[in-house]
Nanobody, 113 residues
Framework: QVQLVESGGGLVQPGGSLRLSCGSS????????IGWYRQASGKRREWVAT???????DYSDSVKARFTISRDNVKNAVYLQMNDLRPEDTAVYYC???????WGQGTQVTVSS
């Protein structure tokens, strides 16, 4: 079973950038669509972006034009480039195969001055 592991989080000032990585223990080419999600303290987990197996990408309205998701089937990784970060982007970020319900530990992103 392929496991996905998130990394790249940290503390950044408003307006700054971070690049999150979602690494895999095996090939992701047959996993289907892979998404990034986030959960802020006291709130429900929400969908952020999806990188489809066909190359399509999709974003939630709250991150559109600021975040970019990309998928590298050779390196077995999915990335989330986050620009113009805002305090409301503070959350634990998770990657997962769309439709799967088992979650990893995620990576914390904190946007604060």
């Amino acid at each position: 079973q392929v496991q996905l592991v998130e990394s790249g989080g940290g503390l950044v000032q408003p307006g700054g950038s971070l690049r999150l990585s979602c690494g895999s223990s095996g090939s992701i080419s047959r996993l289907g669509d892979i998404g990034w999600y986030r959960q802020a303290s006291g709130k429900r987990r929400e969908w952020v972006a999806t990188a489809g197996s066909t190359g399509m990408t999709d974003y939630s309205d709250s991150v559109k034009a600021r975040f970019t998701i990309s998928r590298d089937n050779v390196k077995n990784a999915v990335y989330l480039q986050m620009n113009d970060l805002r305090p409301e982007d503070t959350a634990v970020y998770y990657c997962n195969v769309v439709g799967f319900t088992s979650w990893g530990q995620g990576t914390q992103v904190t946007v604060s001055s």
